[in-house]
């Protein structure tokens, strides 16, 4: 378990985190997410005893970072935003040694290292450069790295980030995997929808301050407003006149299911009120006001764009 209270971090006058209070239990897959710049790195660097806090406590299966380093390197495996390049070595060279520099019993590292190339999936390239694998690959390979110690915790800071739509999928089951392992994972990304799906809980943290907590679904529910409905009157035909938008648009607001209607031209664009789900009262009201429907189409509100709501700012 993660537990964070009152986090500050600076350097110089810039606070890169303010404050931070956020609890990562038994389980769970923890997405931290926020722009660049927000502060999850320096939050994650700290958890991993490679930098003090200048005020706050942080723990780690109840371990201080402040007092309990060693300890808790033991049981965390945190992967930094850059991987180091080590040209010369390949897959398996450089998890061996890795390993030695974990102090993995000599005996024992073939089968672990075999254990988190299965894994990672990366067995068929354990012969190959590491300067030869894709990004995601490689990616998969830093994942390989701090698993070697079979650590409880892991801290992935931006594991998708530069991934092509497969390799992310690839990383995502992975990660995925690795919570169903019972590891406790907290995931950094940028870009919310990388972690939105296999996320169990969600932080949305902005100029090191923590926005949001808590789990996604109800982080959409909290921004997500009414249903967005679009419909298009029919075109008149030849010689008749063109239906009357504004009466049409007139029957909907007298709908208390309903919370806005605008009109441009033969166009309705109409919002519902948030608790309302179905669309399909909208359809029989205009049809028994004699309204002739070219096109009915509810919008999908986007998830991103319900966040921009919630952060007002820059999280993707
Ligand atoms: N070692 C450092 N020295 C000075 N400023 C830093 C250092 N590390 C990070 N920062 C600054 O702290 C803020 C938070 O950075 P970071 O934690 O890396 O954000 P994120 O990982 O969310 O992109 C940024 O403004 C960054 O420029
Ligand atoms: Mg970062």
Same mark, same amino acid.
């Given at each position: 378990m993660i537990e964070i209270r009152n986090l500050t971090k600076r350097f110089g006058s810039l606070l +890169? =985190?303010? @404050?931070l209070s956020l609890t990562v239990g038994e389980g769970e897959l923890f997405g931290f997410i926020g722009p660049n710049g927000a502060g999850k790195s320096t939050t994650m660097k700290i958890l991993a005893c490679l930098l003090r806090a200048d005020s706050g406590t942080a723990t780690v299966c109840g371990l201080d970072v402040r007092k309990d380093g060693e300890a808790i390197r033991r049981m965390l495996g945190y992967m930094p935003d850059f991987l180091g390049v080590?040209? @010369? %070595?390949t897959v398996d060279e450089y998890l061996q040694f890795f390993a030695s520099a974990f102090r993995l019993e000599r005996r024992k590292r073939r089968a672990v290292i075999d254990g988190v190339l299965e894994l990672t999936d990366l067995t068929v390239k354990k $012969? +190959?450069? =590491? &300067? &030869? %694998?894709s990004r995601g690959m490689q990616q998969r390979l830093g994942v390989a790295r701090v698993l070697l110690h079979d650590p409880k915790v892991l801290l992935l800071d931006e #594991? !998708? &980030?530069? %991934?092509d739509p497969r390799a992310r999928i690839e990383m995502r089951e992975l990660l995925v995997e690795l919570r169903r392992m019972g590891k406790i994972l907290m995931v950094s990304s940028h870009i919310l929808s990388e972690l939105a799906e296999m996320s169990t809980s969600i932080g949305i943290i902005e100029r090191g301050k923590l926005l949001y907590a808590g789990s996604i679904l109800d982080a959409y529910e909290r921004v997500r407003g009414g249903d967005q409905i679009a419909v298009t009157l029919e075109a008149p035909a030849e010689g008749t006149e063109a239906q009357d938008a504004e009466s049409a648009a007139r029957t909907l607001r !007298? @709908?208390? $299911? =309903? !919370?806005s209607v605008s009109v441009e031209g033969p166009r309705l664009e109409i919002e519902l009120k #948030? *608790? *309302? $789900? &179905?669309?399909?009262f909208v359809i029989e009201a205009l049809v028994r006001a004699g309204v002739r429907i070219a096109a009915f189409e509810p919008r999908q509100i986007k998830l991103e764009d319900a966040f921009l709501k919630l952060t007002k700012g820059s999280v993707q």
């Open positions: +890169a =985190v303010d @404050d080590y040209d @010369d %070595l $012969r +190959a450069m =590491v &300067s &030869s %694998l #594991p !998708a &980030s530069g %991934l !007298a @709908d208390s $299911r =309903v !919370a #948030p *608790e *309302e $789900r &179905s669309h399909h």
